[in-house]
């Protein structure tokens, strides 16, 4: 058995798949596609498949990686070759190959944000000495986080009428930031609901380095 991760795009209208049914999209394409998946043991066996981070429901991807686990070898550009060949619109394999990092080691994301608003509000925000904002725990409390912090490597630029920010987010652990808590802040700062597009760049290792 070998595992492998498939690095894969999820932009379009795939944006809108939840995870739960990206899970079963994803499986019904490796069948489909004939790849010599390894299944659980068990009497409800089911192909294993597994996803570092999975994307908030309306976010884009570029680099999302799945890991499966093959019964024999198969040469990797076959392998992305026949996925492409089944996922639907949206859902594209840009490579596979043998997994090097483990899930502990996924540290960050990194984020292009597209916030409809000036950039001059939002360098104000991101100037504030504190960016304090509700965050669901996951015993489905909540407690308040000041973004301020992990928004200081923030760039933003100005295209038109919307400002763009980049920004790298703790991603993978305990201490998960969604960008979607920074847009909820500068909501309540500027009274109104702030439209907004969301694209994960890329996931990475605590050096800097992809996460592959």
Not at 32 to 38: D, F, H, S, Y
Not at 64 to 76: A, C, F
Not at 105 to 132: D, G, H, K, M, N
Not at 195 to 212: C, M, N, S, W
Request: aromatic share 8%; proline share 5%.
């Amino acid at each position: 058995m070998k595992n492998v991760r498939i690095v894969f795009s999820k932009t379009g209208r795939a944006k809108y798949v939840s995870h739960l049914d990206l899970v079963r999209t994803m499986s019904r394409a490796v069948r489909r596609a004939g790849i010599p998946l390894w299944y659980t043991e068990g009497f409800n066996r089911h192909p294993y498949l597994t996803f570092a981070a999975p994307l908030s429901l309306g976010y884009e991807g570029l680099r999302e990686t799945m890991d499966l686990r093959l019964e024999e070898d198969m040469p990797y550009d076959r392998l992305v070759e026949r996925l492409n060949e089944v996922l639907p619109e949206g859902l594209t394999a840009v490579s596979a190959a043998e997994a090097v990092c483990k899930a502990g080691q996924l540290f960050a994301a990194e984020y292009r944000i597209t916030l409809y608003c000036s950039a001059e509000a939002v360098r104000a925000a991101l100037a504030l000495p504190e960016l304090p904002v509700e965050k669901k725990t996951k015993k489905k409390t909540t407690k308040t986080v000041d973004l301020k912090p992990y928004f200081a490597n923030a760039t933003v630029k100005e295209t038109g009428e919307t400002a763009v920010m980049t920004v790298t987010l703790p991603s993978g652990g305990a201490d998960n930031i969604n960008p979607g808590l920074f847009v909820t802040a500068l909501s309540g700062i500027l009274g109104s609901e702030i439209r907004v597009d969301v694209l994960r760049l890329r996931l990475l290792q605590a050096d800097g380095t992809e996460f592959l």
